[in-house]
């Protein structure tokens, strides 16, 4: 499986980015998907996850209200869309998939190469 993420940029604080997550080689409809973000000198963190069918969705509390997750599994894809950005929210954005469930990153079995994402105050 590859994931190949996407639609990170530089932004003005206030702004919005959507970042795609397109994956290939199989389907991944039976995955939970996530998003993590790691920023220079940082943990890589979750963002925000997905279950396999989209029916349970978790934010971290920094980004609750301003960030949504969504999946087309008919597209094999995932996606983030992030609004009102921060400068804080800036970092390189990475997809990831996982058969289970959970917040931990060293727990995926299937990574994106990640997407800069930069906020300018």
């Known amino acids: 499986v590859q994931l190949q993420a996407s639609g990170g940029g530089l932004v003005q604080a206030g702004g919005s980015l959507r970042l795609s997550c397109a994956a290939s080689?199989?389907?991944?409809?039976?995955?939970?998907m996530g998003w993590f973000r790691q920023a220079p000198g940082k943990e890589r963190d979750i963002v925000a996850r997905i279950s396999s069918a989209g029916a349970t969705i978790d934010y971290a509390d920094s980004v609750k209200g301003r960030f949504i997750i969504s999946r087309d599994n008919a597209k094999n894809t995932m996606y983030l869309q992030m609004n009102s950005l921060k400068p804080e929210d800036a970092a390189v954005y990475y997809c990831a998939a996982i058969r289970g469930w959970s917040t931990k990153a060293n727990e995926y079995e299937y990574w994106g190469q990640g997407t800069q994402v930069t906020v300018s105050s």
């Open positions: 080689g199989r389907t991944l409809s039976r995955h939970a």
